[in-house]
């Protein structure tokens, strides 16, 4: 599922001298092979290699909180804000940035989104953290409380009696919600 | 609009199956953060989703309501009247019934100002302004005019301040006293202003402020906008699209701006070209578009104007105009004692230029004259229907000792365009990259390409890249 834009990039990197990559390796013992700018958005990497000074090129750093399906998510966006910040550094065109994250979160399920975002806040990438979360509250928005429970896996602990009051209570706030 | 999953893998209504250490069940802080992005009447809505979540909202220090989107389709259940009497009364509620005790970290209201005798809005803004509010956001329909409370404006805590008079301009009386102690960033949008000075000096009184962004105000008759600060740091004014046919914004106000510690500034109008600014020497960014109305002034007047401009802003490091500058520019090819200002702290210029006539080029040549550090250079390509054919005479000479790097937006392949990639090209000796964004719809362009690749070069490596036009998906086509 990789972007033009991710493929793009490492086909350009070709063309130049040898790019520097790093080794991350995921839960599930993949090794993803980064170019060194787009791992370097990852917080935890980047103080990973600032902080220690006995890693070489050669070490291999693990990151066992982030599987290999979020991996891929998380460096198709990364690797497209690279693209972007190399292709204009002058002024980033807005307006792409926009629809590339609208069609980048378009096609993750809810299942995914909670994945990455589990990701991101591991990783430490605080842009991206703050765009997925900012996209799942946007699928919540305006649902109904079963919508919301089943989006994060809460159980449902009122006793029918209680959650009925509940629901009397505050009933205009349930008024008006759209479809699941 | 809300994003809908278009393959949501869980199920919606069990997941009770397997689920004792779900993989992606979000910790309580992200949870929080989610709902931070949320309208308060949703986090109202989750306290029946548990028992844990149930006095979430009571303590949410986010709230937002917005009398549009709080009910979908709500005119069709209800009357107006009954919509902004629901909308009051859920307002009243969360306010009467939150932990007043929790400082309010953001205040976000979209509603109308209810009647003249309605003193809702002044009554809610009294109370954040009690729970120490940071963040107040404020977007509303009047047709009275609006007076700040004094207690927003004695009110220490407040650090942002947005008013966005949505569809009509409306008169907001700014206090004559001094307050906003801690207001590091004011937006105001479509408000008027009965006097210019008002805002003026009331940007003056803010000790602190940093960021100030005016749009599509208007201004009266004032005869001139003076915004004088210490602390300023970023500074937009835009009065280039007025809603309202019948304002035209400044009003050929004269601006005055006095910032030292201005880092970044944005001007866009169609109604004024009378600026002086003095004290801008922390000036990097300065992006200026201005359009010169015919009836305004006469093109020596522009042309005067357009120069005392440029002074003023000859520190910059990234500078970007538009193609109004350029017309009145080729005058000082004419008279060149008229503009001797050089950009020497100049690294990335971002030009507007009208490629149909060779006196839209020549200024922008005459401007990499001027700007001998200029190390990018972006070019956005203005179209007529029709064009003259040109060429850059063979005797004009450009330095472009630095110039590594030009990007071309808007590219359709034309033969000025093409004449023009020639020039650069030859003239760049230490040119790295060449990149081109396509015009929507240009043809032939593999022979465009492959008539770019045969222009000989100075620089010893140049990288072409081509980009599909804008407003698209970004997409990289070829890499030659």
Redesign the interface.
Known sequence: MSS??AS?SS??SS?SKKEKKISLKTSDGEVFEVEEPVAMQLEIVRSFFADNEDVTEQTVMPLPNV?TAAMHGILEYCR?HE??RR?????A?E??VR??E??Y???????????M??AA?YLNISKLLDFL???????????S??????????????TPEE?AN??RE?E???????E? | MAVTPKNPKIPVTSIDDDEGDRLSSLPEPIIHYIFSFLETIDVTRASAVSRKWRNLWVSMPYLKFDIHTIWSKPLERWSIHTVIDKFKDFVNWVLMCQNGSIDIEKFRLRCLNFSDDDHTLQRWLSVVARRNVRQLDLELISHTPIQLPQCLVTCQSLVSLKLNFEDKHCVVKLPMYPGFSSLKSLDLKMIEFSDSNLLGNFISSCPVIENVNVEFCIFGDSKSLEISSTSLKNLIVDSSDMRDPNCDGLANCEVKIACPSLVAFKFLTSSTWKFSFQDLNSLKDASVDIYFHPEHGTAEEYHCAMIKILEGLHNVQLLTLSSGFLRFLDLAVAKPEGFSTSFYNLKSLSVRVLVHWYNQVEPLINLLNLSPNLEALTILIDWVEWSECWEIPEEVTCSANHLKSVHLLDFGGSENELELVRFLLKKGQVLEKLSITWLRGTEYRRKIIREIKRFPTSSSHVAFSFFVSRKNTPHLLFRL
């Open positions: 033009s834009i793009s086909s350009s063309s599987s497209a693209e972007f292709r204009m550094p002058e002024a065109p307006e792409e629809a590339f609208a069609g979160v378009d096609r993750k399920s809810n299942e995914e989104l909670k994945e975002i589990l806040n979360t900012g996209v799942a509250a946007k699928r919540i928005e305006n649902k409380v079963e919508y919301v429970r089943a989006f994060f896996g809460v159980e449902n602990d009122f959650e509940l629901r505050y205009w706030a349930f008024e008006g919600v759209d699941d």
